[in-house]
Nanobody
């Protein structure tokens, strides 16, 4: 049974920074490309960024490119999302999941964690 636990969200002013973490268990973490997703109120969940199984390649959607950085620590079974220059439109619940390819939004696991809420005030 895969488990995903996201953390690190909070309330931040526009222009601020946050670092999100996602700890995974129940699978061999290093076997999987991983991705971060987000769901804003009233909107569908969207793919934000992805990272290859070994951390060697990253992918970013245009709306976060240059502001967010995805990374991972396979020894800790954890994927991170460093977010800077935050905007009110980044407000959402953020989730992680394994993805089929680091640049592809198709997820590998049916299970989703509870996510972590990021609120950016203007």
């Amino acid at each position: 049974q895969v488990q995903l636990v996201e953390s690190g969200g909070g309330l931040v002013q526009a222009g601020g920074s946050l670092r999100l973490s996602c700890a995974a268990s129940g699978r061999t973490f290093s076997d999987y490309d991983m991705g971060w997703f987000r769901q804003a109120p009233g909107k569908e969940r969207e793919f934000v960024a992805g990272i290859a199984w070994n951390g060697g390649n990253q992918y970013y959607r245009d709306f976060v490119k240059g502001r967010f950085t995805i990374s991972r620590d396979n020894a800790k079974n954890t994927v991170y999302l460093q977010m800077s220059s935050l905007k009110p439109e980044d407000t959402a619940v953020y989730y992680c999941n394994a993805v089929r390819q680091y640049f592809n939004r198709m997820v590998r696991w049916d299970y989703w964690g509870k996510g972590t809420l990021v609120t950016v005030s203007s």
